[in-house]
């Protein structure tokens, strides 16, 4: 069920002067990860990282720092252009899974079954979320980093996580970490998530009215060929946060991949069979 390799995409900043098309990184189930410059094709670096598979890798949005997890348990930061290693710390007493990286590289979400949201300054767990059984497949931070996603493996659900006290727990170091067990927001899929994508709107009315409820737009991508979307705003976490997060909401909207694709193929078909009709009456 699970790939034995990671890929990772980024291109370059729309600042930088270089016309570069960016790099690629990958990681293998041998515990290496090889970037290739996407620019000449060839390979930048391949770098022995983890003594185990390569369980995910990411960048940051400027595409020079890449982050991987590994079944050694270890998250280790590297530097691109370099090929070399900044530092290495411990994922927990599990191997971590999967990770994402907050838009403004300040934190990062590492998740085997549980997440942790660790502080990139001091690579301590500042929170610890709950809400799955199995193994996170998914995890995506809202475009302004005040959310995030997930969804676990054979798991219909995906939870929207809040992070607005986030602040109050760096500011508590000496407390112990508190563990989230109810997620903001539960959104249920009739199949299993393979992909989750959290997009932020801004609405031409909230700017001018000054609203500062913030809507997201969330398209999930499932096994049963279908792209699910949901629309989040942020007083959906205020409302639901006095009930359970047990109720699970239905998405607004389904599309049927494959039924799309048949009727595409149908109508194609039917085109062709036309213009031999046309072609044999001549």
């Given at each position: ?68 997890c590994g079944e050694d348990k ?117 199949s299993a998530p393979l992909h ?87």
């Open positions: 069920a699970y790939a034995s390799a990671s890929g990772a995409l980024i291109k370059k900043s729309k600042k930088s002067k270089d016309s570069s098309l960016g790099v690629w990184a990958l990681g293998t189930s041998k515990g290496q990860i090889i970037i290739w410059n996407l620019q000449t094709g060839e390979v930048a670096h391949r770098i022995e990282a983890h003594s185990g598979r390569v369980n995910d890798v990411v960048f940051n949005e400027q595409g020079t720092v890449l982050y991987s270890l998250i280790k930061e590297w530097n691109v252009q370099t090929g070399q290693i900044i530092r290495s710390f411990s994922g927990g007493k599990h191997a971590i899974h999967k990770l994402a990286l907050s838009p403004d590289a300040s934190f990062l979400l590492a998740a085997s079954s549980q997440i942790k949201l660790i502080d990139l300054a001091t690579t301590q767990t500042m929170k610890k979320f709950m809400g799955h059984s199995t193994l996170v497949t998914n995890l995506s931070f809202s475009p302004d980093g005040s959310y995030f996603l997930s969804s676990a493996h054979q798991d219909r659900y995906i939870n929207v996580w809040c992070l607005s006290d986030v602040s109050a727990s760096l500011s508590s170091q000496n407390d112990k970490i508190k563990k989230e067990r109810n997620s903001s927001y539960t959104y249920s899929v009739d989750v994508y959290f997009n932020q709107l801004a609405l031409e009315s909230d700017l001018e009215s000054k609203n500062e409820d913030q809507v997201y737009h969330i398209a999930v991508v499932t096994s049963a060929n279908q792209v699910h979307l949901f629309t989040y705003s942020s007083s959906s976490s205020s409302s639901s946060s006095s009930s359970s997060s047990s109720s699970a909401t239905k998405s607004a909207c389904i599309i049927n991949v494959q039924q799309e694709e048949e009727k595409q193929d149908t109508h194609k078909k039917a085109k062709i069979k036309n213009q031999k009709g046309m072609y044999s009456s001549t």
